[in-house]
């Protein structure tokens, strides 16, 4: 079965940092561009940050440039998002999803980060 | 940055009714191949966001045809052609022609 599976949300004080993981399965990871995008409570979907198939490229909304990393390793099928310095404002569920020429086809069950 | 602008923002549609929902982006998103760079999502309760109509006019594997997208440039539609209780939820345009990628406000549908 193609799934993404996330995990590392939790609760966190302002200025503190959390690394978050998406787990894939079901199909060739590494041929893929992923992103992740979040959402704040009772708001809409906010893209954070996009990884080129072999990381070489990496795009992310300015609200978390220089925070915020997105890292993967395809050996581990994996998806991470390391984040730093962290605020209130960043207080969302972060889904990880695929990125084909088609959308994003697959999204994760999404991982909660409450800063407080 | 590209702006997406959703209309309207809450859709209440009766059962077997027609629903459409417009979409704006503050600039072209006719990629340069001769694609739009325009998908279409619905987020369910308490559910993820799931892909229903990509590259403008695209059903997404598994959507139902009574789902569609049209639309080129600037200028974007979803239609429904008859609604369905499991239809309800929040649909979001997304552009993905260049950085930062951007979502709609979302458009709330409900049930009379």
């Known amino acids: 079965e193609v799934q993404l599976v996330e995990s590392g949300g939790g609760l966190v004080q302002p200025g503190g940092s959390l690394r978050l993981s998406c787990a894939a399965s079901g199909f060739t990871f590494s041929s893929y561009w992923m992103r992740w995008v979040r959402q704040a409570p009772g708001k809409g979907l906010e893209w954070v940050a996009s990884?080129?198939?072999?990381?070489?490229?990496?795009y992310y909304v300015d609200s978390v440039k220089g925070r915020f990393t997105v890292s993967r390793d395809n050996a581990e099928n994996s998806l991470y998002l390391q984040m730093n310095s962290l605020r209130a404002e960043d207080t969302a569920v972060y889904y990880c999803?695929?990125?084909?020429?088609?959308?994003?086809?697959?999204w994760g069950q999404g991982t909660m980060v409450t800063v407080s | 940055d590209i702006v997406m602008t959703q209309s309207p923002l809450s859709l209440p549609v009766t059962p077997g009714e027609p629903a459409s929902i417009s979409c704006r982006s503050s600039?072209?998103?006719?990629?340069?191949?001769?694609?739009?760079?325009l998908d279409w999502y619905l987020q369910k309760p308490g559910q993820s966001p799931q892909l229903l109509i990509y590259l403008g006019s695209n059903r997404a594997s598994g959507v139902p045809d009574r789902f569609s997208g049209s639309g080129s440039g600037s200028d974007f539609t979803l239609k429904i052609t008859r609604v369905e209780a499991e239809d309800v939820g929040v649909y979001y345009c997304m552009q993905s022609l260049r950085a930062p990628i951007t979502f709609g406000q979302g458009t709330r549908l409900e049930i009379k």
């Open positions: 600039q072209s998103l006719l990629h340069s191949k001769g694609y739009n760079s």
């Open positions: 999803a695929r990125v084909t020429q088609g959308g994003s086809d697959i």
């Open positions: 990884i080129k198939q072999d990381g070489g490229e990496k």
